[in-house]
Nanobody
Framework: VQLQASGGGLVQAGGSLKLSCAASGRSFSTYAMGWFRQAPGKEREFVSS????????YYADSVKGRFTISRDNAKNTVYLQMNSLKPEDAAVYYC??????????????????WGQGTQVTVSS
């Protein structure tokens, strides 16, 4: 599976962005998908994950109520809608795929597949 993240950019605080992660290869629907981010000088952190069917989602407390993860298995794509962006949301955002339950993606230190990352910059 190859993952291609896109949709990052520069946005003012309070604005919105929608990230996409397109997967190539077979069996996209057998993978839980997740979004992670890493800001300069900080460790990578979990943002959100979604189950294979898309019916179960998890969020970091820092983004709960502002971000929404979704997926379209027909298009082999997972999305992250980010609203009410804050300067502290600025980071490189990565998507990941694992053949596990979605909640486990928060705990795993390694993931089966990673996307290349997309930069999100939030100006204050």
């Amino acid at each position: 599976v190859q993952l291609q993240a896109s949709g990052g950019g520069l946005v003012q605080a309070g604005g919105s962005l929608k990230l996409s992660c397109a997967a190539s290869g077979r069996s996209f629907s057998t993978y839980a998908m997740g979004w992670f981010r890493q800001a300069p000088g900080k460790e990578r952190e979990f943002v959100s994950s979604i189950s294979q069917s898309g019916t179960v989602t998890y969020y970091a407390d820092s983004v709960k109520g502002r971000f929404t993860i979704s997926r379209d298995n027909a298009k082999n794509t997972v999305y992250l809608q980010m609203n009410s962006l804050k300067p502290e949301d600025a980071a490189v955002y990565y998507c990941a795929a694992d053949r596990t339950v979605a909640i486990r993606m928060k705990e795993l230190s390694e993931h089966e597949y990673w996307g290349q990352g997309t930069q999100v910059t939030v100006s204050s």
